[in-house]
């Protein structure tokens, strides 16, 4: 599409170095428009004189025809400009439908201190004030505006992934307000994406559901990536350039430049959201699921290794991965923790993530930074006990009901925790609550609604995954409503009731936590055999 990005801002907001930095990422030119200023304006501003609206008209037509220049031959470019206000913008986009306006915007303080720092240029730091008095911030719903306290490669990133999600918009169409997954957030709900391919973060499909869905973050696993490496033939060229190394590097190798583009994808997000959604999680090995210390250096290596601040890092809520999880939340690594499928593994993964925020504040760090979800699994509780009851003669009333009974009765205790008193002091401190994460949400028996497990969980400080299927069918059909706080009681009576037919709830949850940490084992020795495989078909190839 047709484009000429404008980078706006007062002097001293880094548009030049921005826009410079966007242009070489685009392979555009860039047009830095303090060279269209006329002589006369360049006497004014070196004299510390404030410019009026009449010396910046010729100054703004000028740049007026250069876009124009550049739409007209269907031209992309990158232009840096104060256009500190709407009326300049408007001058810049009479009849130029494709100016697309990127804001810098910043402290005075930080601004200041760049124009005290920079030397030979006409434009003196006294006339900061007088251009922040002028300056009429545009509207966020038709531009994109960015803090100037990250470093110059954040912002491009965030810009370039912003420019990706709203073209994938435009191809795909604008979704009406009718789809339930856009309306989940309404009912404090965040939906994040079960499911990674290459394909996916290239071709679109991930900045669509961004855009169009309402998408909030994305989960990985070993199955999951099995899945995607095994499945098609989008990783080849990459297994090809790493042929000869080990199956594990290679591994380590995609894993880490996929979850790179997903965070870079939800970047924006995650801005917009200040740090509330916007993340994309890659798990430790699983090979380490009864190591702590481990566990512990795996997360911060590929922490360091992936390097965006929107990761998370998934750690297995095993014994041993409990202390992990303190000490890396300690560091302020965000943390998702999964596999958790009972009470006592709830209340060990909330009591880490207090004790390790305690920690981190202790150490003199800010824990409004640092985030974390609690991945409590859904669907297989129902499969485990419903085999069990069909086993043992149980009533049929029971079955599909153990898992969302189990989910709600863990909501209130997450309630009582982040809401009560082991998580005031820190909540004071501006801490986040570790959100609930329902996971494993599809349907795994068709005799049950396919979007079960999502229209039956919808509440306020939680998020739900959902792999590519449960999106059709719950964007097709999904209730929205406040479930997850109803019968709670009721919940409470099916969990009693379970027992009473002889359903050990703990040692069912206890078995399923063993039997994911030896699936999601047995999908990372299939996955590194199948990269071996891959690897010597292409080395002959």
């Not at 500190?84 to 100016?99: E, T």
């Not at 974390?372 to 043992?392: G, K, P, Q």
């Not at 049929?396 to 009974?405: C, E, F, H, I, P």
């Amino acid at each position: 599409m047709r484009r000429v990005y404008v980078i706006m801002g007062v002097s001293g907001s880094g548009k030049t170095t921005v826009g410079r930095a966007l242009a070489r990422r685009l392979g555009v030119p860039f047009y830095d428009g303090d060279d269209f200023h006329p002589p006369e304006n360049v006497a004014k501003m070196a004299a510390g004189i404030p410019l009026t609206d009449e010396d910046r008209y010729p100054w703004l037509q000028a740049l007026h025809d250069l876009i124009a220049g550049h739409l007209a031959r269907d031209q992309v470019a990158v232009i840096a400009c104060s256009a500190l206000k709407k009326k300049y913008r408007d001058q810049l986009r009479a009849g130029n439908d494709g100016v697309y306006i990127i804001y810098l915007k910043g402290r005075q303080s930080l601004i200041a201190r760049r124009l005290e720092d920079r030397q030979g240029h006409y434009m003196k730091a006294a006339l900061l004030t007088s251009q922040l008095e002028a300056l009429e911030p545009p509207s966020p719903h038709n531009s994109l505006i960015i803090d100037i306290g990250y470093n110059v490669d954040e912002i491009v990133r965030f810009i370039l992934a912003n420019i990706a999600a709203e073209d994938a918009e435009r191809q795909q169409g604008i979704v009406t307000m009718t789809n339930p997954l856009q309306k989940l957030y309404e009912y404090g709900q965040s939906f994040w994406y079960d499911n990674i391919r290459r394909h996916y973060l290239e071709d679109g499909t991930l900045a669509g559901l961004i855009a169009n869905d309402g998408l909030r973050g994305l989960t990985s696993n070993p199955t999951i990536f099995e899945k995607a490496i095994t499945g098609d033939d989008d990783y080849d060229a990459a297994i090809g350039a790493l042929v000869g190394r080990p199956a594990t590097e290679v591994y380590d190798a995609l894993s880490i430049a996929d979850l790179r583009a997903a965070c870079d994808l939800f970047l924006p997000l995650y801005r917009q959201s200040d740090r509330g959604d916007g993340y994309a999680s890659l798990e430790v090995s699983p090979y380490l699921a009864q190591d702590t210390k481990s566990t512990q250096s795996e997360a911060r290596r590929l922490h360091a290794a992936v390097d965006r601040p929107n990761l998370m890092i998934k750690v297995p809520a095993t014994d041993e991965g409990i202390p992990a999880i303190r000490a890396l939340t300690a560091q302020g690594i965000n943390v998702n923790v999964t596999l958790m499928f009972n009470m006592r593994h709830y209340e060990a993964v909330s009591a880490a993530y207090i004790a390790g925020l305690n920690d981190f504040v202790a150490a003199g760090g800010d824990p409004s930074g640092v985030a974390s979800i609690a991945s409590y699994f859904v669907s297989r509780v129902d499969t485990a006990v419903d085999a069990l009851l069909e086993r043992s003669g149980g009533p049929r009333s029971l079955m599909g009901k153990a898992a969302v009974a189990n989910s709600k009765v863990v909501y209130q205790r997450y309630k009582e925790i982040f809401h009560g008193e082991p998580f005031a002091a820190l909540r004071a401190k501006g801490a986040r609550p570790q959100r609930l994460l329902w996971a494993s949400t599809s349907t795994k028996n068709p005799a049950y609604p396919d979007t079960l497990y999502v229209d039956e969980l919808i509440g306020p400080e939680t998020v739900t995954t959902l792999t590519p299927q449960t999106i059709i069918a719950f964007r097709d059909h999904g209730t929205l409503a406040y479930t997850l706080e109803t019968d709670v009681e009721g919940a409470r009576a099916v969990l009693a009731e379970l027992a009473a037919h002889g359903i050990d709830m703990d040692a069912v949850t206890e078995k399923l936590q063993v039997d994911g940490v030896a699936a999601f084992s047995r999908s990372f020795d299939t996955l590194l055999a199948a990269i071996d495989q891959k690897s010597r078909e292409l080395s002959h190839a």
